[in-house]
């Protein structure tokens, strides 16, 4: 494969486009009330133009399986839903306790005072306000991170600087430096059995073959188990968490499920069972739809996207 052009036009519009797409707009519409915020992203939604590469993938993979009808409204709204996300990156810092009491609305099961707690969560809806709610209990989530390599390693620049700053960022806001270990699962482990809260997103493609065998929105797939059996080992709760944002109110949402006490594929299928609530209701928040041949082979087993 011959490596890109850095100095090609195409190249410095692909660095142009990121740089609005990843700073600029989303640094200037934190300074903005947020209910402002919510009509220009919407106003803006209407442009095919962001982030292209993403809706394409996930617009075309969602309406093979079926969740996308009309293709037009839910490229839309994951453009619209995409502005936020990417702006709640450098909102959620600069944000106290005053917005969270205006705009964040909890509901669930209520959370223990201290750790070791296993918050288990998913790639659906804008979901960065949980780590500051978190950090007001006094629940300081530990979030572990693969290790970074090196600046200029990427063909991206523009890019790789976006995820070290947005690692910098979810480190403000959650209040602890995130973990960087190559073992994730024995660092989740190290954290629990210190008596800390540990953070996990379990909505990821695996290739166990004693992974859980669950639906999807009435897709089957299969879920690895292997953070909650570290939790049940370390005799650590569980708390299952969605997060998202309203929309239509502007409204903040978390939701938490404690499924302590539970069989680990009971506790694994009642993770599906959130996630499918979420995709069923709102399928443009699922972060994974560009990566969803990856979850339903047999539905979408040709990987490749086609107009």
Not at 47 to 71: C, Q
Not at 84 to 100: A, N, Q, S
Not at 175 to 204: K, S, T
Not at 255 to 277: C, K, N, P, T
Request: aromatic share 12%; hydrophobic share 45%.
């Amino acid at each position: 494969m011959r490596p890109p052009n850095l100095f090609s036009p195409k190249a410095w519009l692909k660095r142009a486009r990121e740089t609005i797409e990843l700073f600029l707009l989303p640094m200037a519409l934190t300074l903005l009330p947020w209910r402002a915020t919510l009509r220009i992203t919407r106003y803006l939604s209407r442009w095919p133009g962001w982030y292209v590469e993403e809706i394409h993938e996930s617009e075309v993979r969602a309406h093979r399986a079926g969740f996308a009808p009309d293709r037009a409204a839910f490229a839309r709204r994951l453009r619209w839903r995409l502005l936020i996300e990417h702006m709640d990156c450098f909102l959620v810092p600069m944000r106290g306790k005053r917005y969270l009491r205006r705009w964040l609305r909890v509901s669930g099961d209520p959370l223990p005072a201290h750790g070791p707690i296993m918050f288990i969560g998913t790639h659906h809806g804008c979901g960065y306000w949980f780590l500051p709610y978190a950090k007001s209990l006094g629940l300081y989530p530990n979030i572990v991170a693969p290790q970074l390599g090196p600046l200029l390693s990427r063909s991206s620049l523009f890019g790789n600087l976006y995820v070290r700053l947005r690692h910098k960022l979810i480190a403000f806001a959650a209040g602890r430096p995130l973990v960087y270990r190559g073992n994730a699962a024995e660092a989740i482990r190290q954290i629990l059995d210190r008596g800390d809260c540990g953070f996990g997103l379990c909505d990821m493609p695996t290739n166990r073959r004693d992974a859980i065998e669950v639906e999807l929105a009435g897709l089957p797939t299969r879920l690895a188990q292997n953070m909650f059996e570290i939790a049940q080992a370390a005799g650590a709760p569980v708390y299952l968490f969605n997060t998202d944002t309203d929309l239509d109110s502007g409204e903040r949402r978390i939701e938490f499920i404690q499924v302590q006490g539970l069989a680990i594929e009971d506790q694994v299928r009642a993770f599906a069972q959130m996630l499918s609530d979420s995709i069923r209701r709102d399928p443009s928040g699922w972060r994974f739809w560009s990566i969803a041949h990856a979850f339903f082979p047999d539905l979408l087993r040709d990987g490749a996207v086609s107009p």
